[in-house]
């Protein structure tokens, strides 16, 4: 019983956390709407990259709803189409838009998670087809916390330019270096938040 009374608090931040992803990915495509035909491979690249991120950004979340985990070939068409069309082609943009990028945290901060998104995505895939669901469900969580990495890594950037404003003095002058370090510290909290998520939902399900 006191999962049934927990399932529609559960809806309601999953969809919460589709709006602001939805918000977000807005705010991260709309530069690249007009393509700048000037630039290089490593724009176009980037521009994949972003786009095809906000595929997976915005249709992650459906697949934790239980209403549509409930109907499992509407589950299984959106996991193909966040896995295929957005964490595959997204994570293979970002290794060679990070090694181009030329600085090292970077390199270090994009290219490590762009390996575990598609690591975890494919031991999730496993997992469902062994029909081990709870193993597929977390690894489908680890997934989505390197995908939402889109979202952490714009919040983390403002707060550490905060915090660093009364020993600089301005904000703006370092925005620049401190990117790659929200980058690099974004997909590292949202795994220790997707693992602190994994483990209470095993101690429900326990008790």
Not at 23 to 41: A, E, I, M, Q, S
């Amino acid at each position: 019983m006191i999962h049934h009374r927990s399932e529609p608090a559960r809806a309601r931040k999953i969809w919460l956390m589709l709006v602001v992803a939805a918000v977000f990915g807005v705010v991260l495509v709309r530069p690249y709407l007009r393509l700048d035909v000037t630039n290089g491979p490593h724009y176009y690249l980037l521009v994949a990259h972003i786009f095809t991120a906000l595929v997976a950004l915005v249709l992650g979340p459906l697949q934790f709803i239980p209403a549509i985990r409930a109907r499992g070939g509407v589950h299984r068409t959106i996991g193909r189409c966040y896995l295929l069309a957005g964490v595959l082609p997204s994570a293979l943009t970002a290794i060679p838009v990070a090694l181009l990028s030329g600085r090292l945290i970077t390199q270090i901060g994009l290219v490590i998670p762009a390996v575990l998104w598609l690591v975890t995505g494919a031991l999730a895939v496993r997992a469902a087809r062994r029909r081990d669901f709870a193993r597929h469900r977390n690894w489908m969580t680890r997934n989505y916390a390197l995908t939402f990495l889109a979202v952490t890594s714009r919040v983390l950037v403002p707060l550490i330019l905060l915090v660093q404003v009364p020993f600089s003095g301005t904000a703006a002058a370092n925005a620049q270096s401190v990117i790659p370090i929200g980058q690099a510290l974004g997909w590292i909290v949202n795994l220790v938040v997707a693992e602190i998520l994994i483990r209470r939902s095993r101690s429900r399900s326990v008790t």
